[in-house]
């Protein structure tokens, strides 16, 4: 019987190759919709391909091929066995607890869905009995390596190290956006990228990890490592160290999540060769040149909507200097600021963590906005 699967956001870097694992898998699929924001064009052409019964998009009346479906309908639609979250921002969150509700489970490639409200979703999913599976490769590795968490003892994230992680703090401040954008080791859309090359990006996965894996953050260690080949590890409370490996290829954990519990021979451009890798290193993170990744643990320890206002101070940042509007380093001050400025409020609800994000998001702006004049 061929799984039945709706892809949220399925005109972006995650969308697009979930579709080309789903390819190699047809026999294994079925997809009842796609969602796509403006790429019309593009969901428009994956409709006329993969044939789904829904599909939803900004423009809605651009969609040609198959039925309009609201995010909520799509979500509700019980014939869903799964649902890939892979939007970004905080558009993946509501959708989510609605499909939560409604029994599905979740592919979650959407790092807002826990940053933001974490402490919402996973009890929510633990009471509707429903599998958040991850489609991040650390998390994905964690996923693969744990056996029984009651006898973990720590969770070891790994970080490439981004674009700058050899370069000095003046090369970062100075960077171009172009300089942010050339990640070493992966292939990823815009946002991530730069998050990737300030390592705010591992901060976010500390915290999807504190919630995914219900683990204290003291107990949650980044350690850097450049080849991207050691996807994560974990250490069990008598020593042992087991840890994922694999080529840097987001095939492997797309289809891990989709396909869980089964393994199936997919995308695949070549077998694992120890031989040709030849070395692995590893590293301390320079804390100093990545702020950011304390700034996500005091975000994390803090509760509450600090988790929010870290995550739109950030992205709001990330906005500015793609349009270089703003310095990289200028990411991780305004973030600071933020921070230093809020009124953390413990327990918030959905409605509640939504108004302070568009409040984060406002200030954030304005003091952009203030600086550029």
Not at 163 to 179: G, I
Not at 185 to 191: A, I, L, T, V, Y
Not at 250 to 266: D, F, K, T, V
């Amino acid at each position: 019987m061929r799984r039945k699967i709706s892809i949220l956001g399925s005109t972006g870097s995650i969308g697009r190759q979930a579709l080309e694992v789903i390819e190699k898998l047809q026999d294994k699929f079925e997809i009842i919709a796609l969602t796509a924001g403006e790429n019309t064009k593009l969901l428009n052409e994956q409709i006329q391909k993969f044939k789904p019964k829904y599909a939803f998009a900004t423009k809605t009346h651009q969609i040609e091929g198959a039925k309009v479906a609201s995010l909520e309908e799509i979500c509700s639609n019980r014939e869903n066995d799964i649902i890939l979250v892979a939007v970004s921002g905080k558009i993946g969150l509501k959708p989510t607890i609605t499909a939560i509700n409604n029994g599905i489970d979740i592919a979650l490639a959407n790092k807002e869905t826990l940053v933001m409200a974490g402490d919402i979703v996973m009890p929510l999913a633990k009471k509707n009995g429903v599998n958040i599976i991850p489609v991040d490769s650390e998390h994905c590795a964690i996923h693969q390596c744990i056996k029984n968490i009651s006898q973990v003892d720590s969770l070891i994230i790994t970080a490439s190290g981004g674009p700058f992680l050899k370069k000095s703090v003046t090369d970062m401040k100075n960077a171009t956006v172009e300089e942010a954008l050339a990640h070493p080791r992966w292939n990823m859309g815009k946002k991530i990228t730069v998050d990737s090359a300030t390592l705010m990006n591992k901060g976010l996965e500390v915290i999807e990890a504190h919630h995914l894996f219900n683990i204290d953050y003291d107990k949650i260690k980044v350690i850097v490592h450049p080849q991207s080949i050691v996807h994560s590890a974990i250490e069990y409370v008598d020593g042992s160290v087991i840890a994922q490996l694999g080529l840097p290829s987001m095939h492997i954990p797309i289809q891990y999540a989709i396909s869980y519990p089964y393994r199936y021979e997919g995308i695949k451009s070549k077998s694992f060769s120890f031989s040709e890798i030849a070395r692995l290193d590893f590293e301390e993170p320079d804390w100093n040149k990545f702020k950011a990744l304390s700034l996500a643990y005091e975000a994390g320890k803090a509760g509450g909507s600090a988790t929010v206002c870290l995550n739109a101070a950030n992205e709001e940042s990330v906005f500015s200097f793609l349009q270089g509007k703003i310095k990289l380093f200028d990411i991780i001050d305004n973030v600071e600021y933020m921070m230093s400025k809020h009124n953390n409020k413990q327990n918030p609800d959905i409605e509640e963590i939504f108004d302070i994000d568009s409040e984060i998001r406002a200030l954030t702006k304005e003091k952009i906005s203030k600086v550029l004049v």
